[in-house]
């Protein structure tokens, strides 16, 4: 079974949203800090927004206020609202799951790309 399994990117014009998805196993669910990070081609990977088991969230500044998460705890499923898209949100982006909630991340979903276009 595939820990984490994400849906939900595509391709928007600057301005528009879309919702990322990440269905997990209810035990990561209810018990990881669980979170989202993305890598634009040439650079590398950062964190863009975590959520501890307690529901406390962090989010990186370049997407305060326009990315939120939530989750769905009927459905084990995590969830990235993006708004107010802007061309460098275009990346490819992971979620992640971390057990000890020490910014090590045990682990990773195959990714779901997302291209905004100006």
């Known amino acids: 079974q595939v820990p984490l399994v994400e849906s939900g990117g595509g391709s928007v014009q600057a301005g528009g949203s879309l919702r990322l998805s990440c269905a997990a196993s209810?035990?990561?669910?209810?018990?990881?800090?669980m979170g989202w990070f993305r890598q634009a081609p040439g650079k590398e990977r950062e964190g863009v927004a975590t959520?501890?088991?307690?529901?406390?969230?962090s989010y990186a500044d370049s997407v305060k206020g326009r990315l939120t998460l939530s989750k769905d705890n009927a459905k084990n499923t995590l969830y990235l609202e993006m708004n107010s898209l802007k061309p460098e949100d275009t990346a490819m982006y992971y979620c992640?799951?971390?057990?000890?909630?020490?910014?090590?991340?045990?682990?990773w979903g195959q990714g779901t790309q997302v291209t905004v276009s100006s």
């Open positions: 992640a799951a971390d057990r000890q909630c020490d910014g090590i991340q045990d682990y």
């Open positions: 209810a035990y990561i669910f209810r018990t990881y800090c």
């Open positions: 959520i501890a088991s307690g529901g406390s969230t």
